[in-house]
Structures are given as C-alpha cells and as structure tokens.
C-alpha cells in the first residue's frame, strides 16, 4: 500500500510533459468561455488551472508575468493570457491566447447587443433592466472602493483622488489630462517624497505546487530572449495592423466618418485604461455620450449590465457602446443595421486590444531577462489614485441617472433607491458576486416594472 502511495506522489510532483499548441488551444478556448467574476475571478481562474491543477508555470513565474501585466494600460487578466500563450509557444501562442479570452465575448455581446436595441422596449426586457440599473451603480461604488482600499494609502494620494474627483465633477476636465496630470505629480512626489508614493505589485510566491513545466529554473526560452531587431519588427508589424484599417475606413468614410472616430477613439481608450476597466469607463461616456452621442446616458449604464454579465475582460463594454452606435445612426443603410452594429463592434474591439498584444509580445523579452519583482512606479500610483476619483464621478454619475430619471426637477425613483441600497449590502456586506446581484436585482425590477 506504502509503494502506491509513495508511486502516486512521486508521479504527482514529477514534471509535466510538454503542452502542444493543439492542447493549448483548447484550454485557452474554454477559458474565454468560463472568464466571468472581473480581473480578479479571471486571474484566480488562471492561477487554479495553469499554476496548481495543471502546472504549466510556476507560481513564482505566474506572479512576476501579473506584475508587469498591471503595470501597462489594458486588461490584465487578458494580457496575463498572452504572456503566457506565448512564453509556452512563441507568438502564436500568445496571439491564440489573447484572441479566444476575448472571441466569446465578443460574440455573446454581438448577440446581446441587437436584442437589447431590438427589443429593450418590451415589458419584460424593460422590467429586467430596471432592476440592473441600481445594481449597476452599486457596482461601480463597490469597485471605487475595492481600488482605493488598495490605493489610497496615505494623505497625499487621498488628495489626488479628491482633486481628480473634482477636476471631472465640477470643471468636466477630460481624463486624459487628468492622467496626465496625476503621472506628473507622481513623477515629482516619487522624487521628492518617494516614501509616499512606493506601492508594490502582487508578491512573490510563498508555495510551490509542484515542478511546473516553466519553473522558477527554467530558462527562458530563445524566443523569449530580447533583439532590438524583434523588437523593430513588432514596432513595424504593429504599425501596420493598426494603420491599415485605419487607412481604409479613412478612405470610404472620410477620417469623420463614425467609424474612422470609433477607430481613433478606441485606440486612445485602449492606452489609458491604467487601473482597469472602470477607470476608462469615464473616458468612454465622455467621448461616447458627451462628445459624439454614439448613444444615451442610460444605454451606456444597460451596457455596462450586460458586460457585467458576459464572460471576458469588462472593456468589452466597448463592443457594446460601437455596436449601438452604428446599428441606431444606420451606417449601412436602414436594411443593414445589424451588420453595421457588427461590424463597428469587431472594428472598436481590434483597436481597444491591438496595443495589449504589442506590449506584451514587445515587452515579454524585457520582463524574462530579470525574475526579480517588478514595482510600480511613482507616476502609476499616483495614477492610481486619480482613478478613484474619477470611478467615484462615475457612480455618481449613474445614480443621478437612475434615480432621478427625469433631472432633480422630477420624482426620486424610490424603489431604483431600494434596489441600490439593497444591491450595495450584498455587495459590502455579505460580499456576493456580481452575476448575483444582477440577476437578484433583474427579479425584483422585473417585478416591480410589471405590477405597475
């Protein structure tokens, strides 16, 4: 009995052999499928699968890719994906990778989107989502204080995020400058008062699972291996992938064209997502609702339900807010507005990612010539700390929507207030998960809506 179980351990803590691509691909495709719960559900996901069950990479490894993965601009978790796609198999596997954590989502919200635009004014639609919408603005106060719980440590970054919550509250500063801004303020006060602008990424791994196939050992594999030539082709082919669309849609619908300006939008969205999704999400209804009027303040809150929802990166809301805007103005004519939805949605989703796979590809050779923890630096702190602020406006911002829905001039919508409140103690409270509360919510706004 003594040798089967000494066998079976010595076979559990053995080595596992190597992953084809083949297999790779499968497993990458289930987990764009499975991704639910946020950057944090994501990444947890990741680390049970890769780490502790199957042992493709060392939890020393996983965590140094996660650091320099929260470091850059982007989804995280979908970065983390590309990493390590590719550390296993070159580019192909990172590009494979970053595709299928985001395909399914797309798809489903592709889906999701026309019947929301189809059909939101049915009563039963209409009912669901008067309950998401209150769970909606729990949700984005709830991830304002997830982030500044983590953030917010000491007085001086408390009064950037109070002054970034001003700057968009009161003045409608854009947000880019307010990243700018807060960038500056770090770079100075990390000279001037490093101590009160040093943070730290994800520690270092206290555990080992077993020998993983990358381990804390393993080289890095040639292709992992910095070139200043690879690093000029990736510069090149990037360049490329994002002019060539860019130069199209320039070309048959002038650089005014709705889909040219989503193009160059999302492009600029896609580098100033630091902190996450919710921090682009101002970003987004400015440009989105304020600027361009793609679409309405409410459908940019049902939006934010149905990403809520779906599996993949939150960003992805961004396939939801192009499809609505091109399906609603008819770019292809009134007879092909859901191909016009579609496509706008596709296009959006290519440029909001594109610069995820270039940093990561670019970058991976940078990140595997040193296994010591990365840091944050002072600027992205003090970033971090704007992002409260401006999450903060947001959730003010969707409250006002929701329960005034006709301006303060109107009625407060008491039962959206109960909902909300209801939503925010189970989410603080009893810290329920976010697909809960939402179809909890739906339920009773369901219900609500109809014995009206």
């Known amino acids: 009995?003594?040798?089967?179980?000494?066998?079976?351990?010595?076979?559990?803590?053995?080595?596992p052999e190597a992953i084809s691509l083949r297999e790779a691909f499968w497993f990458w495709l289930k987990l764009g499928f499975i991704s639910f719960g946020g950057p944090a559900g994501q990444i947890s996901i990741m680390h049970q699968e890769l780490v502790e069950r199957r042992r493709w990479i060392s939890e020393r490894r996983f965590l140094h890719a996660l650091n320099y993965c929260m470091l850059l601009p982007g989804p995280e978790a979908q970065q983390l994906a590309t990493y390590i796609g590719w550390l296993m198999h070159r580019t192909w596997g990172g590009v494979i990778a970053g595709v299928l954590f985001v395909l399914?989502?797309?798809?489903?919200?592709?889906?999701?989107?026309?019947?929301?635009?189809?059909?939101?004014?049915?009563?039963v639609v209409a009912g669901i989502f008067y309950g998401i919408k209150p769970a909606v603005t729990a949700i984005v106060l709830q991830a304002a204080h997830r982030i500044g719980s983590r953030a917010l440590k000491n007085n001086w970054l408390w009064a950037i995020a109070a002054a970034s919550f001003a700057a968009i509250f009161?003045?409608?500063?854009?947000?880019?400058?307010?990243?700018l801004g807060a960038a500056l303020i770090g770079y100075i006060g990390g000279r001037l008062a490093p101590e009160k602008f040093r943070t730290g990424g994800h520690s270092a791994a206290k555990k080992s699972f077993g020998p993983a196939l990358i381990d804390d050992d393993t080289p890095s594999p040639e292709h992992a291996r910095f070139s200043w030539l690879k690093l000029a082709m990736l510069a090149l082919v990037g360049a490329v992938l994002w002019a060539l669309p860019m130069g199209i849609l320039t070309v048959l619908f002038g650089w005014d064209g709705t889909l040219t300006q989503m193009g160059w939008f999302f492009t600029k969205a896609a580098l100033l997502t630091f902190g996450g999704a919710y921090a682009v999400l101002p970003y987004v209804y400015q440009g989105a609702v304020g600027h361009y009027g793609w679409l309405t303040p409410t459908q940019m809150i049902d939006g934010l339900a149905l990403g809520e929802t779906t599996p993949g990166p939150l960003i992805m809301v961004v396939a939801f807010v192009g499809f609505v805007g091109a399906y609603v103005s008819q770019l292809f004519g009134a007879d092909h507005v859901f191909l016009a939805g579609a496509v706008a949605a596709s296009?959006?989703?290519?440029?909001?990612?594109?610069?995820?796979?270039?940093?990561?590809?670019?970058?991976?050779?940078?990140?595997?010539?040193?296994?010591?923890?990365?840091?944050f630096t002072a600027p992205l702190t003090a970033i971090t700390a704007a992002v409260v602020g401006v999450i903060l406006n947001l959730a003010c911002f969707?409250?006002?929507?929701?329960?005034?829905?006709?301006?303060?001039?109107?009625?407060?919508?008491?039962?959206?207030?109960?909902?909300?409140?209801?939503?925010?103690?189970?989410?603080?409270?009893?810290?329920?998960?976010?697909?809960q509360v939402l179809m909890a919510c739906a339920l009773v706004g369901l219900a609500v809506h109809l014995l009206r």
Do not use: C, Q
């Not at 009161?170 to 990243?179: E, G, K, R, Y």
């Open 104 to 123: 399914p989502s797309l798809f489903i919200l592709i889906a999701l989107s026309w019947m929301y635009i189809a059909f939101g004014e049915v009563p």
């Open 170 to 179: 009161a003045f409608n500063v854009p947000f880019p400058l307010i990243v």
């Open 347 to 375: 296009l959006v989703t290519w440029f909001t990612f594109l610069p995820s796979f270039l940093f990561i590809l670019a970058g991976g050779p940078l990140v595997e010539s040193t296994h010591n923890e990365l840091k």
């Open 398 to 435: 969707f409250g006002y929507h929701v329960l005034w829905p006709k301006g303060f001039s109107g009625s407060l919508e008491w039962p959206s207030v109960l909902i909300a409140i209801a939503a925010a103690i189970a989410l603080f409270r009893f810290k329920r998960g976010v697909i």
């Open 1 to 15: 009995m003594s040798k089967v179980l000494a066998s079976a351990v010595e076979e559990d803590l053995s080595r």
